[in-house]
């Protein structure tokens, strides 16, 4: 994708934290664009839970950024009852999305693997 | 009916002022293209607006402007968007540079929602080289808003990206992280 450098930064700039993690994972030029230049995003808050088999991280969003009425989710990494594999859930008021199972490894390890990501691409306070 | 409440910080259009006859010069695209154009329209864009400066400085006639970076097809659209645009207050678009929340009016939503990405991509490409901050802020944001809410598969979709065993030197192995 051919675009200018600053015109790059301000579409990144405004597109919020889910969308930034998305375009990370579609090609390489975005993830290598995203992991340097460490877009604005509107993360204001993660809040983490550890549990004896499960680890709980709220996050909150500028109120702008996902959308209207939502703009914040709580995220459950857990461990499966058959102790090989871990799970992935997204707990709403009103429900709860399933989202990945995996073998092998630990939920905690995932759980290290996405917050590295997290903090890897923020900025300080200005 | 209360006012919105951030409809106060945005910055309003201001009133059509008493308009001078209309100062026609021709501009032509890098493929050849010959468009026509008002001055005030032109105006918008610094590097134009540069150039005029200089012609009229100079006081030479200014009968051709050339545009070299810009294809015929996209130079149109930012005509038409300089067109619209010629009256608004040049404050708006300064007060808009850096903010984060911009707010896109509802001609130029339609006016970009309805193009492909591509071309899309191709007018705020353009509208940087020509430095036109109120086109270059709204492309980017629309771009932005049709991202959000999309899997990592329907961006690729959207952008045109190939799928990762089709990109060159990738290990799939390592692209979940």
Known sequence: MDMPHIVMTKIMGNVGFLAILNLRKTCKTFRNFIDDVKPINDLKELRITLGHFYVKVEVFLDKNGYDADRCSFVSSYQQAPDDNSWLIFKLYNDGVEFVKKMDGGEFIDAFFHDFELILKNQKWLT | ?177
């Open chain 2, 1 to 177: 009916m209360a006012p919105k409440k951030n409809s106060a910080k945005r910055p309003q259009p201001s009133t059509p002022k008493p308009s001078a006859p209309a100062r026609i010069v021709k501009v032509q695209s890098s493929d050849g293209h010959i468009l026509q154009a008002d001055v005030r329209a032109l105006l918008l864009s610094s590097t134009l607006a540069a150039t005029i400066k200089g012609y009229d400085d100079e006081n030479k006639p200014l009968e051709k402007l050339e545009v070299n970076n810009v294809v015929g097809f996209t130079l149109k659209l930012v005509l038409e968007w300089c067109e619209k645009h010629k009256e608004d207050d040049p404050a708006i678009a300064q007060a808009e540079k850096d903010k984060k929340n911009i707010f896109i009016p509802s001609w130029d939503r339609h006016f970009l929602t309805k193009l492909p990405m591509g071309n899309l991509f191709d007018l705020i490409t353009a509208a940087y080289h020509l430095d036109i901050t109120g086109l270059i802020n709204y492309g980017c944001k629309t771009v932005a808003n049709s991202a959000k809410g999309k899997s990592t598969e329907e961006m690729r979709e959207l952008f045109g990206i190939p799928e990762p065993w089709e990109q060159p030197s990738t290990s799939t192995a390592t692209w979940d992280d």
